[in-house]
């Protein structure tokens, strides 16, 4: 009987899958918890989900948290604000504005705090009030860099100047805090 033609025998093939079974059990599951205020913690040790900023000019997003993985988007904007939802080793899954998810390299993220303005123009203000003295107008697709927000405002910086931007037209931060 040739080697190619042979099958592994019922019990074999039982056997083994019961080492692979024990083998995934004894793996170490990802440190995914809950931190002392509630909020999902990754294995970074960082929350779950969070917003950061791509790092470079070129990133690929990839459809699996490897190089082996296809890349499914080629990133072109340095700053872009995207949202990190779960982590495998060196990989980040994320969350882009426009909806797509897929895995980034970490290597290829920053903490800097970016938004990126949704919908139409918008008046960058000197105060966090609609009343308050219009600094600039911001149109949509615009990253801003983000400096801080107080319930429904953001401070932000964009092109040299600082002011406030409704935080419900910007996509980065989360809008029920």
Request: glycine share 8%; hydrophobic share 55%; with cysteine.
């Given at each position: 009987m040739s080697r190619s033609s042979r099958r592994p025998h019922r019990f074999l093939s039982a056997a083994r899958a019961l080492v692979a079974a024990a083998v995934l059990a004894l793996a170490p599951a990802p440190r995914v918890h809950a931190d002392q205020h509630g909020r999902t913690v990754g294995p970074s040790g960082l929350p779950l989900p969070r917003f950061v900023s791509l790092a470079s000019e070129r990133v690929n997003m990839r459809t699996g948290p490897g190089k082996e993985f296809p890349v499914r988007w080629v990133y072109v904007r340095a700053g872009l604000p995207v949202k990190i939802v779960a982590e495998a080793d060196v990989w980040r899954k994320i969350i882009d504005p426009d909806g797509e998810t897929g895995w980034v390299h970490s290597a290829l993220l920053s903490g800097r705090r970016t938004v990126v303005v949704r919908g139409e123009i918008l008046a960058l203000k000197r105060r966090p009030d609609p009343e308050a003295l219009t600094l600039a107008r911001v149109e949509p697709?615009?990253?801003?860099?983000?400096?801080?927000?107080?319930?429904?405002?953001?401070?932000?910086?964009?092109?040299?100047?600082?002011?406030?931007l409704p935080r419900a037209r910007l996509w980065g931060v989360d809008p029920a805090r």
């Open positions: 697709g615009v990253i801003a860099e983000l400096q801080t927000c107080r319930a429904a405002w953001c401070l932000v910086e964009v092109a040299d100047l600082r002011g406030w």
